[in-house]
């Protein structure tokens, strides 16, 4: 039989293993905690970023001219780079109406990427648009854009 001094002999080293352990595992559950927090902000921030990218493009791409006043701006420019956004979106070019090798885009549409690119201080002017070996006729009549359905890169490409 053991003697109640031998059961206690392993006792303290026990016991500040455990005590060991235990603030072991609330450092690594608070590194856990911080860690998850931080790489939810950077991926709330990297998706900031791309939807700013992804806004910007067909700005830069278009090399619009400089303006300080939207008011000021070249209209076409604003159509065109307008018209560039929806092409370079996530819609599906089956989701619009087909003719004659063209794919027509609803006015509507120009007009609110138009808006979201460059606010709504100015009313958009519609109008037929063209560059550099493509141009992006305006159907008054069907109210829409007609651009071609093959692929057309404009002069710059961010």
Known sequence: MSTPKQNKKWAKPLGLLVILLAIVGIIFIIITIVNSITAKAESKKKTEMQNFQKMLVPVVMNDIDDFDDITKAD????????????????????????????????????????????????????????????????????????????????????
């Open 75 to 158: 209209m076409s420019q604003l159509i065109e780079a307008s018209v560039w956004a929806i092409i370079k979106g996530d819609v599906a070019t089956d989701q619009y109406e087909v003719e004659d090798g063209l794919i027509l885009y609803p006015a509507t549409e120009v007009e609110a990427k138009f808006v979201s690119l460059f606010g709504a201080e100015r009313d958009i002017e519609h109008k037929t648009v063209s560059s550099a070996g493509f141009e992006f006729t305006y159907d008054e009549e069907k109210g829409a854009y007609k651009a071609p359905i093959t692929g057309v890169d404009p002069t710059y490409t961010p």
